[in-house]
């Protein structure tokens, strides 16, 4: 039941471009495509975990004045690792994200998680908040893409589903059309999580009469 928890707070109440709006500069590069947005949410979740369990193991010998620049060589190997694994087997993956893989070292995602919970829980913890957050913010990250990739391009994966026919709709493939389609997410979101507020209260008056 603790597993689902932490595991959930990422996927929902605390989601990091829904609910805590971090890391978003890189979310909104990389959304103009369907697999832009998975291969992105797949390698920052690969560097979180593994950052997060390493930290979580030898959190009591980090001496705290020297915690950032480690933590920050941490992220940065598993970085590597991945960007290595994308140019090696992923070559188009690799070359359409750009820096963005290389700069997931700098991401407030993980540098957050690895400071304000990987830095103090013990293993069995993190390894649910880092694949809660990490899918989390895959799943935002896909949805996105979906949305901007099929009215921009009427394809999905580089599939066309709308047709010959279609006329792209180019706003949505431009950094305008990320913004407004996150600004949806977000509403719709918040609409959600207000109704469902809401619901409970009721339940509680009703429960209390």
């Known amino acids: 039941m603790k597993f689902w928890k932490i ?8 989601n ?6 971090i890391g978003l500069c890189s979310s909104l ?4 495509s369907v697999a832009n947005g998975i291969g992105m949410g797949l390698s920052m979740t690969f560097v979180l975990l593994m950052s997060e ?7 009591k010998l980090i001496p705290s004045s020297v ?5 920050i060589i941490v992220i940065a190997a598993f970085t590597t690792i991945i960007d290595y694994v994308l140019q090696a087997y992923f070559p188009d993956l ?17 540098m957050g998680r690895v400071e304000a919970f990987a830095s103090q829980q013990p293993i069995i913890n993190v390894i649910p908040d880092a ?3 990490g899918l989390g913010y895959t799943w935002v990250l896909a949805a996105i893409s979906l949305v901007r990739e099929l009215l921009g391009n009427g394809s999905i994966l580089g599939f066309n589903v709308l047709g010959s026919g279609y006329t792209p709709i180019l706003f949505f493939a431009l950094p305008p ?29 009703a429960g209390c009469c």
């Open 67 to 71: 915690r950032i620049p480690i933590f």
């Open 29 to 32: 590069a990389v959304t103009t």
């Open 16 to 21: 990091p471009l829904l609910v805590l709006m």
């Open 131 to 133: 694949l809660g957050m």
């Open 177 to 205: 059309g990320g913004f407004l389609v996150f600004a949806l997410f977000i509403s719709l979101g918040l609409f959600l999580k207000s109704r469902v507020s809401s619901n409970t209260v009721n339940r509680d008056k």
């Open 53 to 59: 369990i390493v930290i979580s193991l030898f959190r």
């Open 7 to 14: 595991f959930s707070n990422g996927l929902i109440n605390e």
């Open 94 to 110: 690799s070359a359409s994200m750009g820096l963005f893989i290389p700069l997931i070292v700098v991401n407030c995602i993980i």
